[in-house]
T-cell receptor, first 110, second 113 residues
């Protein structure tokens, strides 16, 4: 079945790097996404990667995709307190639908 | 600017009552989605629509219904609210091309007593 899994919590010190991991199940996904949810708000697209890519870098964000292991990760360099949020990975399943992971709550402490 | 709105933002109701949550988007997107967010489950798809008069069941559709009479709106109805439906509900929309970015509303927090 369709199942996207993430660890629930991650705590990092300000200035360190954060790595949020995700495993997905549908090998036919075209795109994989990272969404960010700030407190009391809806989700916003943070970044994405096309399935034929291994890596994508966007300023402080690095997305790594291992298709063989169906593993996706998001690395945030120089993590700031403003990065504290819930991060969701999501995979597209070819019918305009997205399957979201359980979300990882990132807490950044001084 | 185009946007997606939800109303109400907060709702308290009693078990057995019918409740309708509104979702309105001004992007003219074909696709619209309803999710519920619960701790430990992430976002789960309730219903979705690919266009006017089209509706489809998602992963957790029991006890919910939707209708799509125009492009802009996809109201979500709880026919007889249950305590298990206490949750935060998000509406989203997307263009309906191979690019699946979904734009989310601010959410509705529903409490069923």
């Amino acid at each position: 079945g369709e199942d996207v899994e993430q660890s629930l919590f991650l705590s990092v010190r300000e200035g360190d790097s954060s790595v949020i991991n995700c495993t997905y199940t549908d090998s036919s996904s075209t795109y994989l996404y990272w969404y960010k949810q700030e407190p009391g708000a809806g989700l916003q697209l943070l970044t994405y990667i096309f399935s034929n890519m291994d890596m994508k870098q966007d300023q402080r964000l690095t997305v790594l995709l291992n298709k063989k292991d169906k593993h996706l990760s998001l690395r945030i360099a120089d993590t700031q307190t403003g990065d504290s949020a819930i991060y969701f990975c999501a995979e597209s399943i070819g019918t305009d639908k997205l399957i979201f992971g359980t979300g990882t709550r990132l807490q950044v402490f001084p | 600017d185009a946007e997606i709105t939800q109303s109400p933002r907060h709702k308290i109701t009693e078990t057995g009552r019918q409740v309708t949550l509104a979702c309105h988007q001004t992007w003219n997107h074909n696709n619209m989605f309803w999710y519920r967010q619960d701790l430990g489950h992430g976002l789960r798809l309730i219903h979705y629509s690919y266009g006017v008069q089209d509706t489809n069941k998602g992963e957790v559709s029991d006890g919910y219904s939707v209708s799509r009479s125009n492009t802009e709106d996809l109201p979500l109805t709880l026919e007889s609210a249950a305590s298990s439906q206490t949750s935060v509900y998000f509406c989203a929309s997307s263009e309906g091309t191979s690019w699946d970015e979904q734009f989310f509303g601010p959410g509705t927090r529903l409490t069923v007593l």
